[in-house]
């Protein structure tokens, strides 16, 4: 009898665990998928905005109305502007596909970083102090050249620069700083922005991640960004934190490590 009361309990226990088993995945593949949708809705959404700007702007200037020389000129630059936004979402959205199918392939080359970072800042500060932001950039010298792709690390401090613009309100500030600290270089990006929440902090670097923020639900994103970044980082054997508070801002800080360059290891 006791025999059948212990093989009863244990037999109870293992489906009460299995039950609780199978609710805990059922409930992580159902926020998958409400993370899908929503992914899908942001995307159809970001796409749409700039394809309908464009073609006004550019209805509008084949209708030949637009007299003003200044005018045209701003017309044609939002048309690049809207194009350019497309671009950076369809590369998000296939550098995503690819690391998703464990495709991507990064091309190491010896790189000046502190030169990939000028550049960078150069073909967005228009577009940054268009938008009313303060710019401070702090570039450090004599900084070690690195191994990098370039490409994939212009576009991860692309992801957190266009992050900073997009989610700040009152106070406009965008600091970018590169500098080394022991044995790493570290490219920080910050702003004064609405700032993250602690619980969200872990949880924005997930893949079609988005803050409840109210802000953040107005604004057009995909929920890819951060995870790019973080990949992209990673990729390089470095890493990625976040430091932020709700409504003072937040700073992220991108650490890649330092590989001295081959000549200089044959001097030592
Ligand atoms: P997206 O911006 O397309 O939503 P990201 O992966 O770049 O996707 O960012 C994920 C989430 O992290 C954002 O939706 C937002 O909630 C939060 N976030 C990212 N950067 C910032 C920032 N600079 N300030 C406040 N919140 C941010």
Do not use: C, W
């Not at 401070?136 to 690195?146: K, V």
């Not at 266009?162 to 600091?175: P, Q, T």
């Not at 951060?226 to 003072?248: F, N, R, W, Y």
């Amino acid at each position: 009898m006791r025999r059948s009361f212990l093989i009863l309990g244990i037999l109870s226990l293992v489906i009460i665990g299995g039950l609780v088993l199978t609710k805990h995945m059922v409930s992580k593949e159902i926020a998958l998928a409400k993370l899908k949708s929503d992914f899908v809705s942001n995307v159809s959404h970001e796409l749409r905005t700039p394809l309908a700007l464009i073609r006004l702007y550019a209805e509008t200037l084949e209708l030949g109305r637009i007299t003003t020389v200044d005018k045209r000129q701003q017309y044609y630059r939002i048309i690049r502007k809207e194009s350019e936004r497309l671009t950076a979402l369809i590369n998000n959205i296939l550098d995503f596909s690819r690391i998703e199918a464990g495709r991507k392939e990064y091309e190491f080359r010896k790189t000046d970083i502190a030169e990939l970072v000028r550049n960078t800042l150069d073909s967005y500060r228009y577009q940054i102090e268009q938008q009313g932001f303060a710019l401070e950039e702090s570039i450090g010298t004599n900084l070690p050249a690195l191994e990098l792709d370039r490409e994939a690390i212009a576009r991860a401090l692309v992801n957190l620069i266009n992050n900073a613009l997009k989610y700040s309100d009152n106070e406009k500030f965008l600091g970018v700083k590169l500098f080394r600290e022991n044995g790493v270089v570290k490219l920080e990006v910050e702003d004064h922005g609405i700032g993250i929440g602690r619980n969200d902090q872990s949880k924005i670097f997930e893949k079609f991640y988005r803050a409840g923020d109210p802000l953040v639900h107005n604004t057009k994103g995909s929920g890819l960004g951060l995870s790019l970044v973080q990949h992209i980082t990673q990729a390089h054997g470095g890493d990625i934190a976040v430091e932020s508070t709700p409504g003072k801002g937040s700073k992220f800080i991108l650490s890649l490590p330092v590989t001295l360059p081959a000549d200089s290891v044959q001097a030592a």
